[in-house]
T-cell receptor, first 114, second 114 residues
Framework: NAGVTQTPKFQVLKTGQSMTLQCAQD?????MSWYRQDPGMGLRLIHY???????DQGEVPNGYNVSRSTTEDFPLRLLSAAPSQTSVYFC?????????????FGSGTRLTVV | DAKTTQPNSMESNEEEPVHLPCNHS???????IHWYRQLPSQGPEYVIH???SNVNNRMASLAIAEDRKSSTLILHRATLRDAAVYYC???????????????FGKGTKLSVIP
């Protein structure tokens, strides 16, 4: 099993550019989510999905879009990058949405917006 | 989500057991107790979780107090690879729409001395 795969691992964007962070899992997990981690602030939930075709906002959704057309993939789109979006982004998945199972995290995408 | 209190840092000698404490005096009856760890420059890694009874897996043991107001993560034999930040997280089993977040605090930074 590959687990949760995130690409790219590193990215530098200019302000105003758009891009998509990819997340794929091969564990048939129904729940997937995106977090960002900033120094001294812990991880914060951006968007999540409880199944294909179902997405919803987390704590910090502004400036990001998601879609879930398949069980395996959950891409995160930055619409117009801003320096405040410089962060490390983690994708996580779980077999169940109700936290009765543990989450599997990807290794992260380190994004710098200049 | 209910709050947890963990020591900021702990030290352990290699090959000795480690007991990482977590206080959660406001825990509710449906809150799962999750433990994750994060190694430097990596994504969080699921360690163990439980509801009421003590739990064991290949990585660690989770001892839950009878009143559930505290818990202890036990690493039976610390290795250098166990040096990480350990997070104790309370997570409601059924929290309704819009609240699917794992709330990561500052955690306990564990140092392992060779």
């Amino acid at each position: 099993n590959a687990g949760v795969t995130q690409t790219p691992k590193f990215q530098v964007l200019k302000t105003g550019q758009s891009m998509t962070l990819q997340c794929a899992q091969d564990m048939n997990h129904e729940y997937m989510s995106w977090y960002r981690q900033d120094p001294g602030m812990g991880l914060r939930l951006i968007h999540y999905s409880v199944g294909a075709g179902i997405t919803d906002q987390g704590e910090v959704p502004n400036g990001y879009n998601v879609s879930r057309s398949t069980t395996e993939d959950f891409p995160l789109r930055l619409l117009s990058a801003a320096p405040s979006q410089t962060s490390v982004y983690f994708c996580a998945s779980s077999y169940r949405w109700d936290r009765s199972e543990g989450y599997t995290f990807g290794s992260g995408t380190r994004l710098t917006v200049v | 989500d209910a709050k947890t209190t963990q020591p900021n840092s702990m030290e352990s000698n290699e090959e000795e057991p480690v007991h990482l404490p977590c206080n959660h005096s406001t825990i509710s009856g449906t809150d799962y107790i999750h433990w994750y760890r994060q190694l430097p420059s990596q994504g969080p890694e699921y360690v163990i979780h439980g509801l009421t009874s003590n739990v064991n897996n290949r990585m660690a043991s989770l001892a839950i107090a009878e009143d559930r107001k505290s818990s202890t993560l036990i690493l039976h034999r610390a290795t250098l690879r166990d040096a990480a930040v350990y997070y104790c997280i309370l997570s409601p089993a059924y929290s309704g729409a819009g609240s699917y977040q794992l709330t990561f605090g500052k955690g306990t930074k564990l140092s392992v001395i060779p």
